[in-house]
């Protein structure tokens, strides 16, 4: 199920991408020669328009200038756009003499377009889907304005359980899902936090930033275990529990925190304990049974999830246009990150193996929907690198030819072209490395 997913998102953002290009370019009558998803290195192909069983089946295609078609090789796709310069290296054509429906021959800022179309259908389709997601389900989180539970990390840095963050340098967090992203992204010196009443200064030692990224659950909210429900099947269904009891501690051991409490049953499990209970103005004590598992057969309170909805798709669009734009500048900074060698940040660079661990082992719509609107924006930001061989590359000479009105010369291009491809190669291999480094460990 997660591979099926990884497949689908995948597929359907490499179409969306490249289907952007085509568009641009057949806007301004630019000839689109191939689009193809995955590649067909090799011109090993599963499926094309021109040739093999589909052609025979459905002869009309083959007199469409563009052959469609789909690789053997699923790491990608491309739309190849005539007379222009891209992975194919196709320099045979850049010998001739330029024709009046290729890339190079139309003006900068036709080009400019074609090249962005792909980023800009990512991004879209990103807005489309977070104001999708919010017309069906609408918004639910957890405010950042809640107390904290520390792993060991978390308190060596200096933070305590029950401290509420107020502010990480000038930034006031929202969402408490974030803390921990936030802390590392926004390159914060100190947090500001509420401890018993006073007003407490962390001073954040830049050179941890790396623990932070590979330190998972710095921060866990820090509830109270209050009593919701007692199922009459419960093992402790006679106890004399009642709901909104608080249990404040086990065997004479304080438990402020449900954290406390279910590491301290799990400690007894099988046996029992004796828990104080708070009762509106009362205190008392209640034996309790544990099962096997650490468990006393109880309900909770649930976490104070905040929800938000909308009336209708149309009055959703500016909140998933937000969302869009909240998660470009979350991964941009993590792109600053993986370009800063200290943070060791990447180490968690992964490929489409990584991407797999994402997506959850059943299928759900929304989490389907979320991660691939989210690989959409990193599918976007990813291209808008200047590296040759990306989108932004050729973004950067096109504006360059724009502003200095030089554009630069076919065997320029060309070699820029093979720089960016080794870089990319580069990090698909560092990219497979760290994955496969994670699976051995």
């Known amino acids: 199920m997660k591979a099926l997913q990884v497949i689908l998102a995948l597929a359907a953002l490499i179409l969306i991408h490249e289907a952007g290009h085509f568009c ?13 998803l995955f590649m067909d290195l090799g011109g090993f192909k599963l499926l094309s328009t021109k040739e093999g069983w589909f052609s025979k089946i459905c002869p009309w295609f083959k007199n469409n200038e563009t052959e469609y078609g789909i690789g053997w090789l699923p790491i990608g796709g491309y739309c190849k756009i005539n007379g222009m310069i891209d992975e194919s290296m196709d320099m045979e054509t850049m010998k001739q003499e330029p024709k009046p429906w290729e890339f190079r021959t139309k003006p900068a800022w036709q080009r400019l377009l074609v090249m962005a179309g792909g980023v800009l259908y990512n991004f879209i389709f990103a807005i489309l889907a977070f104001t999708l997601i919010l017309t069906i389900w609408g918004d639910n989180y957890i405010k950042a304005d809640n107390d904290i539970y520390v792993n060991e990390l978390a308190y060596d840095m200096g933070f305590r359980n029950g401290d509420r963050i107020l502010r990480m340098d000038d930034f006031v967090p929202e969402d408490f899902s974030m803390l921990q992203a936030d802390l590392a992204r926004r390159n914060v010196h100190k947090a500001v936090v509420l401890r018993d ?44 529990l009642v709901r909104g009891d608080r249990i404040i501690a086990i065997d004479s051991t304080a438990t402020p925190y449900r954290q406390d409490i279910v590491g301290m049953l799990q400690a007894n499990a099988g046996g029992s304990v004796e828990a104080t209970v708070v009762r509106n103005a009362d205190t008392l004590s209640v034996p309790l049974q544990i099962d096997s598992t650490g468990m006393i057969g109880v309900y909770m309170e649930q976490f104070p999830f905040t929800h938000k909805s909308y009336g209708n798709f149309i009055t959703a669009i500016p909140a998933g246009t937000k969302k869009m734009f909240s998660s470009i500048g979350g991964y941009v900074r993590d792109l600053k990150l993986v370009a800063t060698p200290s943070t060791q940040a990447y180490k968690s660079v992964g490929s489409f193996i990584a991407i797999g661990q994402v997506f959850p082992s059943r299928w759900n719509w929304y989490a389907f929907l979320s991660i691939t609107a989210l690989l959409s924006i990193m599918l976007g930001v990813m291209n808008l690198l200047p590296i040759p061989g990306l989108d932004g590359g050729h973004i950067l000479f096109t504006i360059y030819e724009m502003v200095t009105g030089r554009k630069p010369s076919d065997s320029f291009l060309a070699g820029a072209q093979v720089i960016g491809m080794i870089l990319l190669f580069g990090l698909m291999i560092l990219a497979f490395g760290n994955d496969i480094g994670r699976l051995i460990h």
């Open 24 to 36: 641009f370019a057949k806007m301004f009558r630019i000839r689109v020669d191939k689009f193809f």
């Open 197 to 240: 009443n006073d007003t407490i200064s962390i001073y954040i030692d830049q050179a941890r930033i790396g623990e932070v990224l590979n330190t998972p659950y710095m921060f866990d909210i820090a509830l109270p275990f209050v009593i919701d429900t007692v199922p009459p099947t419960s093992r402790n269904a006679g106890a004399g």
